[in-house]
């Protein structure tokens, strides 16, 4: 089936618009699925919530893949319930209408939230580093758990035999904007000390100070909508280096002590693995936070 035309739902959050211009700059015809806004970089927009199966199934008749981004991005400001319905159920409608249709072509917002990361109240649970897609999942927080059940969702859904042919769970850090990484990183203290002293330290090391760039994560959602690949895939998405000034040994050494180190970790390598996304999907992140720095 060729692939011309691309739906992606939340189209106007904070990475929809650079995907959506990203993948219109690549020739596809792109509709926007939002709740609430309007978008005026894509071709077509319709105000549509992915958890209505009805107005899902009118809005993508006419697509030939789906980026799925239209989900809650943090567990702060809704109620839990509501979060995890939101990560969960959008995505199984999604994938369901997606059948319905015929659309083969099927991509999923995840998180680096889905292994136990992110928004837990507790250090997250570091068995092995660099982390990579094998690591074990340990979740406890509703966005969290949100996001692991939709990637099982994605991984049962596409053993049915009208499933999508092509289903990508790409787990992303938080993307900031040049400026955000700009204010967040660049200009504040990065070392562990200063980390603390911000308030930031529980955060950064749950996430294993990792980070992407906007840019590198449009060309990965375009990567895995183009991607030969069969069945259900889940794909640790970084910048190739990370967000502190500490060498990468350093936080292994000193913040990880109980985590297998499984790779030498030089300068300030990132100590999330990317190698699948590259060996899969040719996709190499390139983009860093130190590219403004003096």
Do not use: C
Not at 18 to 39: C, D, F
Not at 45 to 52: E, F, I, K, N, Q
Request: proline content about 5%; hydrophobic content about 40%.
């Amino acid at each position: 089936m060729s692939l011309e035309s691309v739906a992606v739902t939340g189209g106007t959050g904070n990475l929809g618009p650079t995907v959506v211009a990203h993948l219109r700059a690549s020739g596809y015809t792109v509709t926007n699925l939002s709740r609430h806004s309007e978008s005026s970089l894509a071709d077509h927009d319709y105000r549509v919530s992915a958890l209505d199966p009805g107005d899902l199934t009118a809005a993508l008749s006419d697509a030939d893949a789906v980026v799925h981004l239209g989900t809650i991005s943090t567990p702060t400001n809704d109620p839990g319930h509501r979060v995890f319905e939101s990560n969960v159920q959008s995505t199984y409608v999604v994938l369901e209408v997606a059948a319905a249709l015929g659309i083969d072509r099927v991509v999923v917002a995840s998180s680096m939230s889905a292994i136990g990361g992110s928004f837990e109240p507790d250090p997250a649970r570091i068995d092995f580093l660099p982390v990579d897609e094998s690591h074990r999942a340990t979740p406890s927080n509703p966005y969290g758990l949100g996001k692991y059940v939709a990637e099982q969702t994605a991984a049962g859904f596409v053993r049915r035999a009208d499933a999508p042919e092509t289903v990508a769970s790409l787990r992303f850090p938080w993307m900031p904007s040049e400026e955000e990484a700009r204010q967040t990183f660049a200009e504040a203290d990065r070392s562990l000390s200063g980390l603390r002293d911000a308030g930031h330290f529980h955060t950064a090391r749950n996430t294993l100070f990792s980070y992407l760039g906007r840019e590198d994560a449009a060309r990965l959602v375009r990567r895995a909508l183009e991607a030969d690949f069969a069945g259900h895939e889940v794909f640790w998405a970084a910048a190739a280096d990370t967000s502190t000034t500490v060498e990468s040994a350093t936080l292994a050494s000193e913040v990880y002590p109980d985590a297998e180190t499984r790779e030498p970790l030089s300068g300030h390598e990132a100590l999330v693995s990317t190698e699948k996304a590259k060996r899969l999907l040719g996709w190499e992140p390139t983009w860093s936070w130190r590219d403004g720095r003096a």
